[in-house]
């Protein structure tokens, strides 16, 4: 290089140098915190904090800037959360659950096939105390029709995993984790539409599109149908109903599991102007019909009884940037759920698993009672937030969401029954405000506080001690009141090697579920006690610089909690139904670790792994002084040791410059654990889920450019007997094919 062309590359870099500098304050004063997009600390390490291999692109002929995508972003982030690209996946046949699932300290539990009941924990929490959004927005009170295990893949941009620690923002009683599903938010024209047909007869098509005009006018639907017969062959012992002779280990197939699943969301409104960055209002509507194969095990078969559920739900968003000063910005989403559940069990018979069934004369169902129950868990939401950049260091966050659940029902058999028509209503307010400052473009803290506020009311029956044969219905109301309160703290020791500290003390109020029940299979307990825990979460990270073809990304995470009246679900009194409880303590230290190794766009492979110690704290047997046999006992039916695998490899410009072919493999392993507590019972015959080592594969055929796409997948590869729950075994060798076309401007940012 000569010594002009020397200085003159020194200018250059000198001016690129000054440019990004300008522009990373700029931005870092304009860019406010949201859901799924940069906030001042992260726009600025976006901009200033890049590894020195982006600089050294300053001394060539071009000007080479080094970004970070929203979910490296949010991987970077001071509280223990796990940002995941989904965009890769739309061509998949999978939902959002199942990708949740290669989530480091993520399981998800599911009873059956398609549609089935669920579980998701985030490191040993589980049930309520994991929270899921859409955007922000809280989705567990959607109704039936909307659970993370029917929504597909191809609604989201990415999701965004926090475990133990929950950001203010998100506004929840969160006790163990939340999950947001971000949907992206750039408002473009486009229309991706897709089928899927595979095994089980299971059908599963979904619609997106968009238009935004000049003007700012902006339609958008989403909208998506599954369906299955879920018929798939299962292991069983099973004996003839009608003689009682006991046949073991039969294949059976099931043949009252159908599931059928269709909503749609539609939203209209305006972007982009003076008075709103965002002003949607819209609605979701959706029914499902679900039969019940079985009850919480499978020695309990039905043959007719079935749920009916839809919902009908107005909605209302509203954003504003900089709304009455520069760095103020403003959020509001309002819903209201108008949906209604049915519980019909009106056929007096019984089935057996070998095809058999005994019909009975007279009013009667397959559970204890016949059923034609219809009710409303019409739940409204309102959420409200408040974001101020004090300057490019510092900003506060205020939140505030206040729900209300009221179920109303009636059963068309016993009309005038009042057990039937016995109010259930739930308040809750939470309020939430944190700090956050960035003493450099290395460190940066939030300090957070929550105060949870709850109001329940209901009807009380139980049988008069003096006449059993009269029922005394009692009115009785319980309000409860909690304030916590943690903190985030990250520091970069090298541009690439992160450390995470969090800590919260948080509280979780009883949901509705817990204490009224579900009316199907969980019963209601109004003794319910709030939880409480002291979550601690330490992480490091590493990953290689950008602009490298070789990419590799390293993390481990180690967390402690220590939780007081933990809520659990166990076996009710005949087993045949659940119960919420507490237990006086229980306890959790683990450990994740991940690493993820790609090579440019030709091949990836990846693993994690998950090991989590939860041990009960309950000395004493209930109301006694006697020390329990369980004390410090691993809890029960959880599993502690898991881990996923994964590797693919990319095939371009197969028929044209913008052909792909790529070929994936995913292993799941879930260690065997205890059905019931370890420390009692024979070691040779206790129940024992086994474990289960699952294998996927896929292969999908993109072409030009992404607007055409098949896929066809294999899961469970070797047909092993999977069982995430005890005895409820999953399906077995299944085959899928996914159509899928897209057309349009980028869909996200």
Not at 113 to 125: E, K, P, R, T
Not at 603 to 615: H, S
Request: proline share 3%.
């Amino acid at each position: 290089m000569t010594e002009s062309g020397y200085k003159s590359a020194h200018r250059h870099a000198d001016s690129a140098f000054l440019y990004t500098l300008v522009w990373g304050i700029i931005l870092s004063c304009f860019s406010i915190s949201s859901y799924g997009q940069s906030n001042p600390i992260d726009t600025i390490r976006e901009s200033l904090y890049d590894d020195l291999d982006s600089l050294q692109a300053i001394f060539l002929d071009s000007v080479t800037v080094v970004g970070f995508s929203p979910t490296a972003i949010a991987n970077r982030r001071a509280y223990n959360v796990k940002s995941v690209d989904v965009s890769a996946l739309h061509n998949s046949t999978t939902d959002i659950a199942h990708v949740l699932n290669s989530v480091p300290g993520a399981r998800l539990r599911e009873s059956g096939g398609l549609g089935s009941d669920y579980d998701f924990s985030i490191n040993g929490f589980s049930g309520k105390r994991v929270k899921f959004f859409l955007d922000g927005v809280p989705i567990d009170d959607f109704g039936s029709s909307f659970q993370i295990n029917n929504i597909p893949v191809n609604i989201a941009e990415r999701v965004e995993v926090y475990k133990g620690v929950v950001p203010v923002w998100l506004g929840s009683d969160a006790l163990g984790g939340a999950v947001n599903i971000i949907t992206g938010n750039k408002f473009s024209n486009f229309l991706d539409v897709s089928y899927s047909y595979g095994s089980f007869n299971t059908h599963r098509t979904n619609i997106n599109a968009a238009v935004t005009l000049k003007s700012g006018f902006t339609f958008q639907l989403n909208a998506f149908q599954n369906y299955s017969d879920n018929d798939y062959e299962i292991t069983v012992d099973a004996a003839d109903i009608h003689t009682g002779k006991y046949y073991p280990d039969q294949k059976v197939r099931r043949f009252h599991d159908k599931y059928d699943n269709k909503t749609l969301i539609f939203q209209f409104g305006v972007v982009d102007k003076p008075w709103a960055d965002k002003l949607l209002a819209g609605f979701t509507t959706g029914k499902n019909y679900k039969e019940i194969q079985t009850g919480a095990r499978q020695v309990a078969v039905f043959g007719a009884w079935h749920t009916r559920g839809e919902i009908i739900m107005p909605t209302l968003k509203y954003e504003k940037k900089d709304i009455l000063s520069k760095g103020l910005d403003v959020r509001l989403n309002a819903n209201y759920n108008f949906g209604m559940e049915h519980n019909i069990d009106t056929v007096h018979a019984r089935y057996g698993w070998l095809g058999d069934s005994i019909q009975y004369p007279g009013l009667g169902g397959e559970g204890v009672l016949p059923s034609l129950y219809k009710y409303r868990n019409n739940i409204a939401s309102v959420s409200f937030a408040l974001t101020y950049s004090i300057n490019y260091k510092q900003q506060i966050v205020l939140n505030n969401v206040f729900s209300h659940f009221n179920r109303k029902g009636h059963d068309d058999i016993f009309p005038d029954v009042r057990r039937y028509q016995l109010p259930q209503k739930n308040s809750k307010n939470i309020v939430g405000i944190s700090y956050q400052y960035a003493a450099s473009d290395k460190w940066n803290t939030t300090l957070f506080a929550k105060y949870r506020y709850q109001y329940s009311y209901t009807t009380l029956m139980e049988n008069d001690p003096a006449n059993p044969r009269d029922t005394i219905y009692t009115d009785v109301n319980a309000v409860r009141s909690k304030l916590g309160y943690g903190m985030a703290s990250t520091y970069f020791i090298r541009p690439r090697f992160q450390i995470k500290v969090s800590y919260e003390k948080t509280y979780r109020m009883p949901e509705s579920e817990d204490i009224f029940g579900d009316m199907v299979n969980r019963e209601a307990n109004w003794e319910i006690k709030p939880e409480s825990s002291n979550n601690l979460n330490i992480g490091f990270s590493y990953s290689l610089p950008a602009g490298n073809p070789h990419q590799l990304h390293m993390g481990v995470n180690g967390l402690y909690y220590n939780a007081k009246n933990y809520m659990f679900y166990t076996f009710s009194t005949n087993q045949n139904k659940f119960v919420a409880r507490n237990l006086e303590g229980v306890s959790s230290m683990g450990i994740e670790s991940e690493i993820g190794y790609s090579y440019g766009k030709l091949a990836t492979v990846g693993l994690n792994m998950t090991y989590q110690d939860i041990r009960n704290r309950q000395k004493h047997v209930f109301g006694t002084s006697i020390i329990s046999d369980t004390y410090k006992d691993r809890i029960p039916n959880i599993p502690y040791l898991f881990g996923n695998a994964d590797a693919s490899l990319s095939f371009c410009n197969l028929f044209s410059n913008d052909d792909q072919l790529t070929i994936g493999y995913n292993l799941l392993y879930v260690h065997d654990f205890y059905l019931y507590w370890p420390s009692k019972g024979d070691i040779k015959t206790k129940y024992t889920i086994p474990t289960q080592l699952s294998h996927d594969m896929q292969a999908t055929l993109t072409l030009r450019g992404g607007n055409y796409n098949i896929s066809l997948e294999c899961k469970n590869i070797t047909n092993n007997k999977l069982y995430d729950n005890f005895s409820l075994q999953k399906p077995g060798r299944a085959f899928y094919l996914k159509l899928r076309y897209f057309i349009g401007n980028n869909r996200f940012y």
